[in-house]
């Protein structure tokens, strides 16, 4: 069963279990009418968090940037990332940030690139409900020189002749640009195309009404019980539904008194909300779990662009907020080895490559290492990923490529070492611009072996 299909499958049991709830509670004389009441409202509210996780988790996102680099305008990262980076979950140490909260209810804004045919860039366009709308670089747009218009729901004004148009869903989007680094010295290169990359207001600029700052991290959305429910409410008067199934949800979700502007909190039903919460939650965990894994990695093929799969929305928005669809990259993660055993920062692993199988793609690969909390782990070596770019990376005679990770310095092979923590951790593959191998499933990688 494919990983959309899994699921799917889960998603389906999951309304399964609300008509069935409704049904054998209606059906049992003993149970009180409140009783009744309470279970089928707590049910649904587990829906409903699950529906709106994404959004409180976008616009947690926006206002934390809003305040450290304002709204738009480009933000560029002046060096790669870092434990230190710690505000959107996995960053990724291959490529160089460009980024920007596009706060469109101030009117439309154009972003113009120059050509960059040197190296492989993308700028991704992700609306508040986390789908990846539109894209300029390298494979969407060929890494040709123009200008892009963005402009909000509903906008009819006129584009500038020679310009592209991209409509976005929602009034708040995150546009997220990435940039390949082949090296520390490279990263001069990149700034000298940052000084040709621009982001305008289309006619006089004018500043949008402040967001609201935020209520807690992206990563803490949960923590905030039946409350979770009111800022929803607050979050879809900036971004309402942009979808038909999209809408026919938030109806259901009515009886909640979940809506646009709505606090449910302080209501009758704040008990049967926050019980919802921690069940949604429960689902969300229970989602990322169930993806397929072959060889102890759990690929994922179908994110970035989601319908009406909220199971799959909500948990990629917990564990990847941000993703990419899978023709620009392709992320795999692996939580155990190929035993089945967690990884220990106490044990040693090599993950082995035969001769002519790495990742095949067309931009990159790298392997990264984080933490449980999804960010980077410090180390005395400061590598916090390896792949194709890393400087004098050793392969056997016969072409086969081992990458020993481990806490300390395998002796004879430093140079393919991705240093571990002393504490558990996880491992991410990165595929840039993968090839048809990889986007069909034929591919699979290595398992990571532990060897001592």
């Not at 069935?20 to 149970?31: F, K, P, R, W």
């Not at 009819?156 to 020679?162: L, Q, R, S, T, V």
């Not at 240093?419 to 591919?443: I, W």
Request: positive net charge.
């Amino acid at each position: 069963m494919t990983t959309r299909a899994a699921l799917r499958q889960r998603s389906c049991a999951w309304g399964a279990a609300l008509f069935l709830s409704v049904v054998m509670v209606a059906g049992c004389s003993g149970a009180s009418p409140s009783s009744r009441r309470v279970e089928t409202r707590e049910t649904l509210a587990a829906q409903a968090y699950v529906w709106g996780a994404p959004l409180v988790v976008s616009t947690r996102t926006y206002a934390s940037l809003a305040r450290l680099i304002g709204v738009n305008q480009l933000f560029w990262q002046s060096r790669l990332a870092d434990p230190s980076t710690r505000l959107i979950v996995a960053p990724n140490v291959d490529t160089l940030y460009s980024v920007a909260v596009l706060d469109l209810r101030a009117g439309p804004m154009s972003l113009t690139v120059p050509a960059v045919t040197d190296r492989y860039y993308t700028y991704q366009f992700l609306d508040s409900w986390t789908e990846a709308f539109a894209y300029v670089g390298t494979r969407a747009t060929g890494g040709r020189a123009g200008t892009w218009v963005i402009t909000p729901p509903g906008w009819n004004g006129a584009i500038p002749a020679g310009a592209s148009h991209i409509s976005a869903p929602t009034p708040l989007v995150f546009l997220l640009g990435r940039f390949l680094v082949h090296d520390e010295s490279d990263i001069a290169n990149v700034a000298t195309i940052r000084q040709r990359v621009r982001l305008d207001p289309l006619g006089a600029p004018t500043r949008p009404p402040p967001l609201a700052p935020a209520s807690g991290t992206p990563q803490s959305v949960a923590q905030a019980g039946a409350s979770f429910f009111d800022e929803l409410g607050d979050d879809l008067v900036l971004d309402p539904p942009t979808s038909a199934r999209d809408r026919a949800a938030l109806t259901r979700f009515a009886s909640l008194g979940v809506a646009a502007g709505r606090h449910p909190a302080g209501s009758t039903t704040r008990e049967a909300l926050a019980r919802g919460v921690v069940q949604g939650e429960a689902q969300i965990t229970a989602a990322t779990a169930a993806a397929k894994v072959v060889n102890g990695w759990s690929t994922r093929l179908d994110v970035g662009r989601y319908g009406s799969d909220f199971i799959l929305r909500a948990a990629v928005a917990r564990t990847a907020w941000g993703a990419n669809i899978a023709a620009e990259a392709v992320y795999p993660v692996s939580r155990n080895d190929a035993g089945s055993r967690p990884y220990s920062g106490s044990s040693r692993y090599v993950m082995h490559f035969d001769a002519g199988a790495l990742p095949p793609v067309r931009a990159f690969w790298s392997l990264t290492l984080y933490g449980l909390d999804g960010f980077l782990v410090p180390n005395n070596a400061h590598r916090y990923a390896i792949g194709d770019r890393t400087p004098s990376l050793r392969r056997n005679a016969d072409g086969s490529l081992d990458i020993f990770i481990q806490h300390e310095p395998p002796p004879g092979h430093e140079s393919n070492w991705l240093p571990s923590p002393a504490a558990p951790f996880t491992l991410m593959t990165r595929m840039y611009l993968p090839e048809p191998a990889v986007l069909d499933g034929q591919y699979r990688l290595p398992g990571v072996q532990r060897v001592g």
